[in-house]
């Protein structure tokens, strides 16, 4: 493919910036490029004036390390949640994505990562301290580790389970299983097996 | 797929921002806008500094209506060019598509579109009177036509030939053909027929 050089050093320095951003290259780049040329300067204005907003002016809730427009979010604000259950994760991400299916009411935990030694991250870089803290100052019942069952979530939550044993609070993971829609055949071992262990009694 | 909303009404607005733009979806925009979160304040500073910079000092060349720098664009200030030949183009993309070549040292003209009564673009939306200006008052010897053989460019290169026709100058278009790599068996009727009655004489 051809690289499309442009001879105006303004155009490949916006073409630059776009293709900084990860999963946008050159081509794509270009394109966004010159359909902000196309539209009004008001378009490009509008547009950079809220990335700069947003990235001046976020917080990080001061309670469970959301992102968020105050100092504390509206989720660790909102009276009408339950703040005795707080559900651990790892990313912003996994928490927009509980949030989205509407099924919970406490609130959460952003850890910001999980344990990984290959990768050089151990609990200190983690927002672990944090969360004892809330535990030992604030009454909880549960926590509830919402950690994607890999190797590095399975040693995250064998360390969190261990570092919470002295506050006596219920520990609880999400369910794992067969997914929705997910074929048994195609299902790995460790999955399966799990799932059969974990065995429930049928319910309509 | 979820909507992965966000308690935070300035990432919801980046969000928007991004998922403005052709092409780029909300998973996409969430994804850039949380990229951003991550890395320094500074890089999106750069980053939007980069797009207004572009888009409040960008000109269009006073000759070929390309984007510049400057008032006229680098290949129409060129002296290693040669200004007798025109390669007219629909846009900037085929502009920097040719370029890319590197096969051609001539100066350009952009069109900004082709003739096209469906979409209501008419020669008055071109700029074509800046181009029959331009072989007016200077010496042109040929005017490439590098637009798209569909109908509408075909149409535009009629057109134009008829307006440029009192001034004598050389009026050719780029080779049609089956492109390199392709395959007869799939190349339109219309493409084969014009390779055969256009073909030329083999050279090694």
Not at 27 to 56: W, Y
Not at 119 to 137: F, M, T, V, W, Y
Request: glycine content about 8%; some cysteine.
């Amino acid at each position: 493919m051809l690289p499309m050089t442009s001879s105006s050093q303004l155009i490949e320095k916006a073409v630059e910036a776009f293709a900084s951003l990860p999963g946008i290259g050159r081509k794509t780049a270009l394109r966004l490029v010159l359909h902000l040329l196309k539209q009004e300067p008001g378009v490009t204005e509008r547009f950079t004036r809220a990335l700069l907003d947003m990235r001046m002016n976020i917080f990080q809730c001061r309670i469970c390390h959301n992102l968020s427009d105050e100092e504390t979010c509206r989720i660790c604000s909102d009276p009408r949640r339950d703040h005795t259950i707080i559900c651990v994760v790892e990313s912003i991400r996994d928490l927009m994505a509980i949030e989205d299916t509407g099924q919970y009411r406490g609130s959460y935990h952003v850890l910001g990562g999980v344990i990984s030694p290959m990768e050089g991250i151990g609990p200190d870089q983690l927002n672990i301290s944090s969360l004892i803290k809330r535990i030992a100052e604030s009454e909880i019942k549960e926590v509830i580790m919402a950690i994607s069952p890999t190797i590095e979530g399975e040693t995250t939550i064998f360390y969190l389970s261990q570092q919470l044993a002295p506050y006596g609070v219920l520990i609880s993971t999400i369910a794992r299983g067969v997914a929705f829609g997910g074929q048994l055949e195609y299902t790995d071992e460790i999955t399966l097996a799990r799932s059969i262990l974990g065995r429930l009694p049928y319910s309509r």
